[in-house]
């Protein structure tokens, strides 16, 4: 009897809440944010590979795994928006109901997910142009919703990583020696996630912004990984070409 009631507590499903996401935090597998930089208009390819790109990244979700997305502000009171991923407007989701071998029903949440991102950022993106783009603030939002957590982070950035704010702007061709002239006071304030963290940065091409290519990796490097060397958390780049 007592190894048959071990049996059921075991393979007792998880509750879930409201989002289909387990209430008991050390049970979600993985944390997989989303975070579109919607300052600047994106072209039609930069649009499709972004498409493609989030579609693989939603259906290679570990069951369990929690959704996030949000898009970049230049608000002067929220630094990020939280995009919703259902009609519903969900703040987050885990792409499994009902259990885990239900593939008809994750293929359905992933093609929900996706129309909601895309009618929700890439639809829109080119009524956004804005003043500004705090990439830094918006980061620094996403770092703090991961600190203490029993679960692992996996950040997925999407822009231009074109800081336009008080901190920084790289639309001035000498931003780069004004780093390295404030390093420390701009190191002071980038984000900080836990050492466990993966961040994989999709870098949209702006061919009209003359950028050194190499300068920008630099600096989002040291930025997210305290300085590139002595940290467990390093960024990796793609880049998505095109742009106008």
């Given amino acids: ?21 387990p209430i008991d935090d050390t049970l979600i597998s993985e944390n997989v944010i989303l975070l579109f930089d919607t300052t600047e208009a994106y072209i039609a390819s930069q649009k499709a590979e ?11 979700v570990e069951p369990l ?8 502000s230049s608000s002067e009171d929220s630094a990020i928006n939280s995009v919703p991923l259902t009609d519903e407007e969900y703040p987050y989701l885990c792409p499994v ?17 996706l129309s909601s991102v895309g009618s929700q950022i890439l639809d829109n993106v080119q009524e956004n142009d804005q003043s500004s783009s705090r990439i830094l603030d918006g980061l620094r939002f996403v770092a703090a919703n991961t600190i203490d957590k029993p679960y692992k982070s996996l950040i997925y950035v ?13 639309y001035n061709t000498a931003w780069f020696d004004q780093y390295q002239s404030n390093r420390s006071q701009i190191l002071s304030q980038r984000p900080i996630f836990p050492n ?4 994989e940065i999709f870098v949209i091409s702006r061919p009209q912004v003359n950028v050194n290519e190499g300068e920008l990796l630099r600096f989002w490097t040291e930025t997210l990984s305290g300085d590139g060397f002595n940290s467990n958390v390093l960024p990796s780049f793609t880049r998505i070409s095109g742009g106008l």
Avoid: H, Q, W
């Fill in 65 to 72: 795994g929690k959704i996030t997305a949000f898009e970049i």
């Fill in 158 to 170: 999407f822009s231009d990583m074109l800081e336009y704010s008080d901190v920084i702007s790289m």
């Fill in 196 to 199: 466990n963290t993966e961040i």
């Fill in 50 to 60: 972004i498409t493609n790109r989030v579609s693989s990244i939603v259906n290679s």
């Fill in 97 to 113: 109901e009902g259990g885990l071998n239900t593939p008809s029903i994750v293929e359905k949440f992933n093609a929900s997910l």
């Fill in 1 to 21: 009897i007592f190894a048959f009631i071990l049996y059921l507590n075991f393979n007792r499903p998880p509750e879930l809440d409201s989002y289909n996401c």
